[in-house]
């Protein structure tokens, strides 16, 4: 599914390969305009004429000589013929899904711009400022591609974005049941702290820590379980909040047995959440996940800033090859059984890289426990790049036993904190 290439179109073996513009459309038009008329079509749901739009768009983007344009709609390309392929309709992706994003003007007024007749004839040739919250979106900047369509928080099918600065605004997907701030417009890092059924004493702590994380280097959110806390249960928070549900999450998985593998145990929407928003997100190349009960014993900084300008693509505490590790574990296929590796992921940093990689291997139907597919990706690639967290910051790690508050070392990482010390 993930192998139609751009070589593919050419040779005319693209699901879209069929189809022909019409008569009338007998003179040169803009890249650009193709673009959001493929848009439009995408919005609403017709994959196979947005498909038809973003070749066409990538011809003409040829034509022009724009290679970072090129680069740009050959990914949302791709997309639309991946919809086809897999037969997402528009009802599926859910209310808050709109591939096309609302900008702002120059002064930075949310606009609600839509397309001229010309381009889709249903629409409005008006573009005009609202007073409803609008989050700036755009296209990805051409070091930072990926072919994300740019979503919006709103559900308007009759809203479409002109984007007058075509390759300098950024793109960010955004989710179902998605509360929160807007989404930032330099290229940060992800800092997201994961929670489950429960904001307690301990995440209250971790949540205010994060809230004074440098801005310029740093943006953090909050994951929680959808299906067990409402937004009602989120504290005032600075901190963007994200609800991850089991049954959107198991939609992108091609059975219920893969996504019980992936997830494991409990069924947590939480780590296909976190592949997905990671590799979908351009202005994360790398992201932070921090399960709730792991606690740094310190200011944040101090760890995040250490390895800020890495470019590993998995930080975490350990990657090992334990026998009785999989024993226990559903099975992995992600790689043969000797170049299989699992890892604690309770903390770890991931790049998109990597994040894409995964999420394409579980497109394929196959699966595994994430804390062997993560890995174990990354080890079979050699452009992948593995790192252990340093020894210095490691408090005491364990899996099921509690740590007590009291016995913490200032500056250390600490797991499973699931209470503070004297406190409800």
């Not at 955004?174 to 489950?196: C, D, H, I, Q």
């Not at 307690?200 to 801005?215: A, P, W």
Request: include cysteine; aromatic fraction near 10%; proline fraction near 7%.
């Amino acid at each position: 599914l993930l192998g139609v290439s751009s070589d593919a179109r050419e040779n005319g073996s693209s699901p879209i390969s069929h189809l022909t513009s019409s008569p009338d459309e007998a003179d040169p038009v803009s890249s650009e305009s193709l673009y959001y008329k493929g848009g439009a079509f995408y919005e609403l749901g017709r994959f196979a004429e947005a498909a038809k739009e973003f070749a066409e768009a990538l011809d003409a983007a040829k034509l022009e000589g724009n290679e970072p344009r090129v680069q740009i709609i050959r990914r949302l390309l791709d997309k639309a013929e991946m919809e086809l392929l897999l037969g997402v309709s528009s009802d599926a992706r859910g209310s808050d899904s709109s591939p096309i994003s609302h900008l702002t003007n120059e002064e930075g007024t949310p606009l609600r711009p839509v397309l001229s007749p010309s381009v889709h004839p249903s629409l409005s040739p008006t573009m005009h400022p609202t007073n409803s919250p609008r989050i700036p979106m755009g296209l990805a900047e051409p070091n930072s591609l990926t072919g994300a369509i740019p979503v919006a928080n709103s559900a308007d099918a009759d809203t479409i974005a002109q984007n007058t600065d075509f390759e300098k605004n950024q793109s960010r997907v955004s989710f179902p049941e998605t509360v929160g701030s807007a989404p930032p417009k330099v290229a940060t890092e992800a800092v997201v702290l994961v929670v489950g059924n429960v904001i307690n004493s301990v995440t209250m702590r971790t949540i205010r820590k994060f809230e004074k994380l440098n801005k310029t280097r740093y943006t953090a959110y909050i994951f929680y379980d959808g299906d067990h806390l409402t937004e009602d249960g989120i504290p005032p928070t600075t901190l963007e909040a994200h609800a991850m549900h089991r049954k959107t999450e198991a939609s992108f998985f091609k059975s219920a047995t893969a996504y019980d593998r992936f997830a494991y145990k409990y069924r947590s929407p939480a780590k296909p959440y976190q592949i997905r928003f990671s590799s979908q997100h351009p202005e994360h190349k790398y992201a932070w996940f921090i399960e709730g009960d792991m606690y740094y014993n310190g200011d944040w900084h101090d760890v995040f800033d250490r390895y800020f300008q890495s470019t590993t693509d998995l930080l975490l505490k350990y990657v090992g090859k334990d026998d009785v590790w999989f024993a226990v574990k559903p099975p992995c296929d992600a790689a043969d059984k000797e170049d299989l590796r699992h890892g604690l992921i309770s903390i770890h940093r991931t790049s998109q890289y990597l994040s894409q990689k995964v999420l394409e291997f579980l497109q394929t139907g196959k699966s595994g426990h994430h804390e062997c597919v993560v890995p174990t990706i990354c080890h079979m690639d050699p452009s992948c790049k593995i790192e252990h967290l340093d020894a210095s910051l490691i408090g005491v790690f364990h899996w099921r036993k509690r740590i007590n508050s009291t016995e913490m070392l200032p500056n250390l990482l600490y797991h499973p904190l699931k209470t503070w010390q004297g406190e409800q």
